[in-house]
């Protein structure tokens, strides 16, 4: 009898550790997620949903002022650029639109609007001469965070969005707004 005890008892720990090694497994939260280079290894995600906005800002290095890129999550889970926001023309700066974009200036600030351009994933080199670039999302000020705090300058990063499962949330760093 005791053996047979034993034996229900491994089994049904045996069996619990393979619901939960499944369950760790299953996608769970779609996120902006950065991972290291072009590899599987994820630094940081930020939990983002269908129809979700964000702005990846940075300053040019040249005329140095700020640039926003404005993104939004797509029903299909892609990152699509829909405006760019910047102060003044200089290299790498969109002089005219094209296509359906449009061009405006309001507020002292250029806007090119209908971009419209979509992305799978989005390579990113983190800054180094000016190591300014920053996340931000929502409709808050707090829900910022500066790229220089999280991962290392002149570092190559992936972004985009995935759904991670929960051993997969446990690896990163979950980015929040607290202005870090």
């Known amino acids: 009898m005791k053996l047979h005890k034993k034996r229900r008892t491994f089994f049904f720990i045996g069996f619990s550790l393979l619901v939960l090694i499944i369950i760790m497994m299953i996608p769970v939260q779609s996120s902006l997620v950065f991972y290291k280079e072009n590899t599987n290894t994820i630094l940081a995600h930020l939990p983002l949903n269908a129809n979700d906005h964000f702005n990846i800002v940075y300053t040019h290095s040249i005329h140095l002022t700020d640039v926003t890129e404005h993104y939004v999550v797509t029903d299909d889970y ?15 700066m969109p002089s005219y639109a094209t296509g359906d974009q449009e061009l405006v ?16 994933e989005i390579a990113i080199r983190t800054g180094y001469v000016v190591p300014e670039q920053r996340l931000v999302w929502g409709n808050d000020a707090e829900n910022q965070i500066w790229f220089k705090d999280h991962f290392e300058l002149r570092s190559w990063i992936t972004m ?6 929960l051993w997969q949330w446990l690896k990163g760093e979950q980015l929040n707004g607290n202005n870090e």
Do not use: P
């Open 78 to 92: 892609e990152i699509k650029q829909t405006e760019m926001s910047f102060s003044e023309f200089g290299i790498g």
């Open 105 to 120: 200036f309001e507020e002292g600030e250029y806007h090119l609007r209908n971009i419209n351009t979509t992305h799978a």
């Open 160 to 165: 985009k969005v995935d759904h991670l499962s």
